[in-house]
């Protein structure tokens, strides 16, 4: 996924979840920070960071905050761009064990209240019609330098996604759940059980009542987001 003409600058704080002051050398500006986790490890106050800027006149802040470079890597922080990475690889059919579906539906609603993030369907070997959420993943923590980490705060939200995933197995769906990580190191995927346990266990469940559950890390540079490849990642027991 190509990003638009990015601005460097220094990060002064973010703070209100979705603000960050940026120094970018001849100004200091408050920029849009897409991104309602902590964020632990990338909100730093002097990390480099890079801003897309909207053409929209309506915007109150027309800088977006998109990559931080933090233990020697470009991070993605944005969390409104995995959809759109992984909408390209599907596309691209990079994922093989998805490559059978000839159609790929974004935001489908599955059920009143219950959207997805995508819906594939007819499959050249007429594999059921399914359904695929996806997460971004950004967390490194030091305790585990070798792994990347999902989530980085409580999420009720994921859970609920989960719990969702599972019944529609019942309904005959095939149903995944997509981790893309938004950054290039640690060589395998963990769930961060202490920060959010029951994530941990409906993770579990929706595992053992099949749900595929899959890690991908990007490339990333400054002019685009790839999904590359697929990484382990360590199901909780």
């Known amino acids: 996924m190509q990003l638009p003409p990015l601005e460097q600058g220094v990060l002064i704080k973010r ?5 960050a002051d940026i120094d970018f050398g001849d100004r200091i500006e408050t920029v849009h920070c897409p991104n309602p986790g902590a964020m632990t490890g990338l909100n730093t106050p002097g990390l480099e960071v890079w801003c897309s800027r909207s053409d929209n006149p309506n915007r109150k802040l027309p800088l977006t905050l998109e990559l931080v470079k933090a233990d020697g890597y470009l991070v993605g ?14 596309e691209q059919n990079k994922i093989s064990s998805l490559a059978c579906y000839r159609h790929i539906r974004r935001e489908y609603q599955w059920k009143k209240g219950v959207r997805f993030d995508f819906l594939l369907d007819e499959a050249d070997d007429e594999s059921p019609p399914m359904l695929l959420e996806i997460k971004n993943v950004h967390l490194r923590r030091p305790e585990l330098p070798d792994a ?4 980085d705060s409580v999420t009720a939200r994921g859970s609920k996604h989960l719990a ?4 529609a197995i019942q309904d005959g769906y095939r149903c995944g759940l997509l981790f893309v990580v938004q950054r290039m190191d640690g ?10 346990p029951l994530y941990a266990q409906n993770l579990r ?3 053992e009542h099949g ?6 890390r990007c490339n990333i540079s400054l002019e685009a987001l790839t999904l590359n ?5 360590k199901i909780p027991e």
């Not at 969702?164 to 019944?167: D, K, P, V």
């Not at 749900?211 to 991908?216: G, L, S």
């Open 211 to 216: 749900v595929e559950i899959m890690a991908w």
């Open 205 to 207: 469940q929706a595992h």
């Open 187 to 196: 060589d395998h995927m963990v769930i961060a059980d202490d920060i959010d």
């Open 229 to 233: 490849h697929p990484i382990p990642i």
């Open 15 to 19: 703070y209100k979840r979705f603000l």
């Open 164 to 167: 969702e995933l599972t019944s």
């Open 148 to 151: 990347v980490a999902f989530p």
């Open 77 to 90: 922080i944005n969390t409104n761009r995995p959809n759109s990475i992984a909408h390209e690889a599907l």
